[in-house]
């Protein structure tokens, strides 16, 4: 099974900061790496797919990087909305979707 | 406006069972394939199951094979999950989630692209 790793755990920032989150799977994924956002009480939204797409409503300021076994979430000028715990997941080995263990953006 | 709407979460004691409910609306569920995702408290997601639309295609996560069950009926625009032998570490809230998929450069994608709000299923005596 492919284990997908994130760092940091949890981190502080403020607003306007910019943040980048780190994914590592197992072994290589390709491109097959999606980021989700989540809020308390609340369900995941997909936020980017195939590690770098943008997903249809969401801002601009989230991008995704990537390819391999190394991917990133960045956020430039971090919002107080953006404040969450963030997933990777991977979709290259059907069908698992294997998340990663989560990256808390907290104050 | 797409919509998913899980029920049937509850109270049981270990050992029991509960048959989880995701009714979904505004799209043509019969089209896609289907998940099932959990989370247990203060702690992160985990994929359970996966169905195919047409039903021929399941899988499952090796946490859950053999006392979970996915099921869809797409009459009835309703996707299920019947969970025998519970246990305290399947506490937890339930998600469905719908399965999209994206061609870029002659490459399939998957992702989860619309989730319900979730069902709590707490196993304790």
């Known amino acids: 099974d492919i284990q997908m790793t994130q760092s940091p755990s949890s981190l502080s920032a403020s607003v306007g900061d910019r943040v980048t989150i780190t994914c590592r799977a197992s072994?290589?994924?390709?491109?097959?790496l999606n980021w989700y956002q989540q809020k308390p009480g609340k369900a995941p939204k997909l936020l980017i797919y195939?590690?770098?797409s943008l997903q249809s409503g969401v801002p601009s300021r989230f991008s995704g990087s990537g390819s391999g076994a190394v991917f990133t979430l960045t956020i430039t000028s971090l919002q107080p909305e953006d404040f969450a715990t963030y997933y990777c997941?991977?979709?290259?080995?059907?069908?698992?979707?294997?998340f990663g263990q989560g990256t808390k953006v907290e104050i | 406006e797409m919509q998913l709407v899980e029920s049937g979460g509850g109270l049981v004691q270990p050992g029991g069972s509960l048959r989880l409910s995701c009714a979904a609306s505004?799209?043509?569920?019969?089209?896609?394939?289907m998940n099932w995702v959990r989370q247990a408290p203060g702690k992160g997601l985990e994929w359970l199951s996966y169905?195919?639309?047409?039903?021929?295609?399941?899988f499952y996560a090796d946490s859950v094979k053999g006392r979970f069950t996915i099921s869809r009926d797409n009459a009835k625009n309703s996707l299920y999950l019947q969970m025998n032998s519970l246990r305290a570490e399947d506490t937890a809230v339930y998600y469905c989630?719908?399965?999209?998929?994206?061609?870029?450069?002659?490459?399939?994608?998957?992702?989860?692209?619309?989730w319900g709000r979730g069902t709590l299923v707490t196993v304790s005596s």
């Open positions: 072994r290589t994924i390709s491109s097959s």
């Open positions: 505004g799209f043509t569920f019969s089209s896609y394939s």
């Open positions: 169905i195919s639309s047409s039903s021929d295609t399941i």
């Open positions: 195939a590690a770098s």
């Open positions: 997941q991977q979709c290259y080995s059907s069908p698992g979707r294997t």
């Open positions: 989630a719908r399965d999209a998929g994206i061609t870029v450069a002659g490459i399939f994608y998957w992702f989860l692209d619309l």
